[in-house]
């Protein structure tokens, strides 16, 4: 992408399913990129840095001819082009702090998470495992079981999760929560008063509220049943 001289280099962090880089260049971020594979996200940075008007004074000769036609004024008159890259619009807030986190780590020679934390079960649905989310009030949270997508959403799971609950005398809680996406986060919650015993079950993670909901539902059913065919995990016992 530059001339030989100039040595860019990418830093991509893990976050949830999906990675996050940015291609710098000395200590100036040029650009970001997100994506499900590593090589996506950093081939996202690289395509995002070069439409950073910074980046056209630093272009070998073959990308200059190529972008020609949006060479920044200033620098066609001769003037030293600032970085222009700071923070992308296109690019969600938990994804920046992920990356800065990454960038202080690098910074005091600490090794960067660069896999993804998350298990997915396949079957159409996908859950995640441990997934780290960053709320809209700025707190975080970390979901042991979250279903992300489902192949098909039983709209009476809820009325089952009742059904069960409501034969040991407790009713379920749902609370959720807005993560900085956009995205609802349902957590299904066991509580009995009596016995003084509160505890969360699962998660569903959707645009809409009520979904978010049905999938925390409709993952718990899922894990019951897998326990009762004695498939639950290790740390499920």
Known sequence: ML??????????AAHGLK???????????LGY???ERKKDSETRAAMDAIQNPYSFQFFNAQLRLKYKDQMPQDYENGKQLDCVVSSHPNVPSDFLEVLSEALAKEEAGLPVQSTPKTVIEGGGDSIAKNMLFYLADGRNMTAKRVM?????INMNSKTEVYAMFNK?????????????SGEFLTELVYSDEKRNVMKVLSYGLDDKRQLSQ????????????????????????
Do not use: W
């Open 214 to 237: 049905q999938k925390a539902a409709q993952l718990y059913l899922h894990l019951i049943h897998k326990k009762k065919h004695g498939e639950e995990e290790e740390d499920d016992k």
């Open 3 to 12: 001339d030989a001289c100039y040595k860019v280099n990418y830093l991509t």
């Open 33 to 35: 990129g997100i994506g």
């Open 19 to 29: 990675f996050v880089s940015c291609v710098r260049l000395d200590d100036k971020i």
């Open 148 to 152: 992300l997508d489902a192949a098909e």
């Open 168 to 180: 040991k005398g407790v009713k379920p809680v749902y609370n959720t929560m807005v993560v900085q």
